[in-house]
């Protein structure tokens, strides 16, 4: 979906595009999360709010399928922070995946409520955001994409102070060097894991990785 003289840019070396590029790095991810890489859709996308990407899941009943996009400027990041983009918004597929349809439609609602209250006196809804946000973060951590998610960050912080993109909510996310100090102490990452599903738990009937009752 990219015109032709970004194709000529980016296939620049490799002879791969972006879209190329990020399809590959997806289906890597998505083979160690254990997710059907044809359920995901790739999408590019472009724009200064938003982010670098997102997943969202798609209103199809009987069918799991998602929308998976990704930002034109990552044409710029190397392999291992492409595949850090997707390690971070595929662990979002993973706990879509485990949700009921009405559960997915209300945390789909909830999550619109959340982006556009965020900055507001709807506080309740930012440390659910943000709560929900590190839970992701930090399974992705879990998972072994420690390294590739801290070179996303670390992407992601250089793309804002370019004026590339614009992201309000990027104060809700763990850093590159928050990442990296999980990823080198299994500890800590367990008792903040522990920490953020406290969090979640009974603000949200659904979260991505909630525990069976005790
Ligand atoms: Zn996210």
């Given at each position: 979906?990219?015109?032709?003289?970004?194709?000529v840019?980016?296939?620049?070396?490799?002879?791969?595009?972006?879209?190329?590029r990020?399809?590959?790095?997806?289906?890597?991810?998505?083979?160690?999360?254990?997710?059907?890489?044809?359920?995901?859709?790739?999408?590019?996308?472009?724009?200064?709010?938003?982010?670098?990407?997102?997943?969202?899941?798609?209103?199809?009943?009987?069918?799991?399928?998602?929308?998976?996009?990704?930002?034109?400027?990552?044409?710029?990041?190397?392999?291992?922070?492409?595949?850090?983009?997707?390690?971070?918004?595929?662990?979002?597929?993973?706990?879509?995946?485990?949700?009921?349809?009405?559960?997915?439609?209300?945390?789909?609602?909830?999550?619109?409520?959340?982006?556009?209250?965020?900055?507001?006196?709807?506080?309740?809804?930012?440390?659910?955001?943000?709560?929900?946000?590190?839970?992701?973060?930090?399974?992705?951590?879990?998972?072994?994409?420690?390294?590739?998610?801290?070179?996303?960050?670390?992407?992601?912080?250089?793309?804002?102070?370019?004026?590339?993109?614009?992201?309000?909510l990027h104060?809700?996310?763990?850093?590159?060097?928050?990442?990296?100090?999980?990823?080198?102490?299994?500890?800590?990452?367990?008792?903040?894991?522990?920490?953020?599903?406290?969090?979640?738990?009974?603000?949200?009937?659904?979260?991505?990785?909630?525990?069976?009752?005790?």
């Amino acid at each position: 979906m990219t015109n032709g003289l970004e194709n000529v840019a980016e296939g620049a070396g490799l002879g791969e595009t972006l879209h190329q590029r990020a399809r590959r790095a997806l289906e890597e991810v998505c083979s160690r999360y254990g997710i059907d890489a044809s359920s995901v859709y790739l999408m590019p996308m472009g724009g200064r709010n938003g982010g670098l990407g997102n997943a969202i899941p798609l209103p199809i009943p009987f069918r799991r399928r998602y929308l998976l996009r990704y930002h034109r400027c990552m044409r710029d990041a190397d392999p291992l922070a492409l595949r850090g983009l997707f390690a971070h918004e595929l662990m979002h597929v993973v706990h879509y995946a485990h949700a009921s349809y009405g559960e997915l439609m209300r945390f789909v609602w909830r999550y619109l409520l959340f982006l556009a209250t965020a900055g507001t006196r709807f506080g309740w809804l930012e440390s659910w955001g943000r709560a929900l946000e590190h839970l992701t973060d930090l399974m992705a951590v879990q998972r072994g994409e420690g390294a590739s998610l801290a070179a996303w960050k670390r992407f992601k912080a250089r793309a804002i102070r370019r004026g590339d993109i614009c992201d309000a909510l990027h104060e809700m996310y763990l850093s590159s060097a928050e990442v990296d100090a999980f990823h080198r102490s299994g500890d800590e990452l367990q008792a903040r894991i522990d920490h953020s599903v406290t969090a979640l738990r009974g603000r949200d009937e659904l979260h991505p990785f909630r525990r069976p009752a005790a």
